[in-house]
């Protein structure tokens, strides 16, 4: 049987701000419906390697590919064309303040699809029942908790039934029992979407509890150390450092 061509696919990827490098030399591949978790400590690149991978960014050197076509090759149009197969849920959520719910939803929707104004409101009331926020179509982000607003950014990310979801800290700012929700929640739309999930986190019960792969960037020799399963590399790492990170908390734990 033939393998399966990586969703993914990043070879000899090196990042910079001018002379400053982030990383160097990252190579690594995603399956179709995996989720894959970038991890390091901070200011290792992790940000920055979605950026790249989103399009936002342009490497100093190397390529991203989508299903075997080069990104940062390819011209400016079919880069566009490769993005809108994406949704992004960025750490603040960025929702639009002054729009309800069901307007920042919509507004993919209206700037790439050409739909009528009752399947518009069908559309997005669906996109928000999929992440428990069914009825809220009326209400504005500030009317809100945190983890209501990352569920309501996360709708607007699937509004264009995206092959790939990007999402930065996706946990950053809320309680445990809103993570761990939210954590349950992209669990359930990968398996009811088979999207591919690309996660940057730090957050320990996150990485453990939906990775499926993972790369861990190195803040100090500006490289990757490894990728695999987060519990693999927890477990039997050869690198001190993944181990730690990956366990971190174990000591607190088993002394209190």
């Known amino acids: 049987m033939a393998a399966t061509m990586p969703r993914i696919a990043v070879k000899d990827l090196t990042m910079a701000y001018g002379s400053v490098v982030i990383q160097r030399d990252v190579t690594f591949s995603i399956q179709p419906g995996e989720i894959f978790i970038i991890m390091g400590l901070s200011g290792c690149g992790k940000s920055t390697l979605l950026r790249c991978l989103m399009g936002l960014v342009r490497p100093a050197q190397g390529e991203v590919c989508y299903d075997g076509e080069p990104f940062w090759a390819a011209s400016a149009a079919e880069r566009a064309r490769m993005m809108r197969r994406c949704g992004v849920l960025y750490q603040s959520g960025a929702l639009w303040s002054s729009m309800t719910l069901a307007e920042n939803v919509a507004l993919p929707l209206e700037a790439y699809r050409a739909l009528r104004p009752r399947a518009l409101r069908a559309v997005v009331s669906l996109k928000l029942a999929l ?33 790939i979801l990007f999402f930065d800290e996706p946990s950053a700012g809320l309680d445990p029992l809103s993570s761990r929700r939210l954590d349950e929640l992209i669990l359930e739309l990968r398996a009811s979407l088979g999207a591919t999930i690309v996660v940057v986190t730090h957050e320990l019960a996150s990485i453990l509890t939906i990775g499926d792969n993972s790369i861990f960037l190195d803040v100090e020799t500006k490289t990757m150390l490894a990728v695999g399963h987060p519990k693999t590399l927890r477990d039997a790492s050869p690198e001190p ?7 971190r908390g174990e000591a607190d734990a088993t002394t209190a």
């Open 131 to 163: 992440v428990g926020l069914a009825g809220c179509e009326e209400l504005y982000p500030f009317e809100l908790s945190g983890g209501m607003r990352k569920r309501a950014a996360l709708a607007r990310a699937m509004a264009l039934d995206p092959d």
């Open 241 to 247: 450092k993944i181990r730690a990170f990956l366990r």
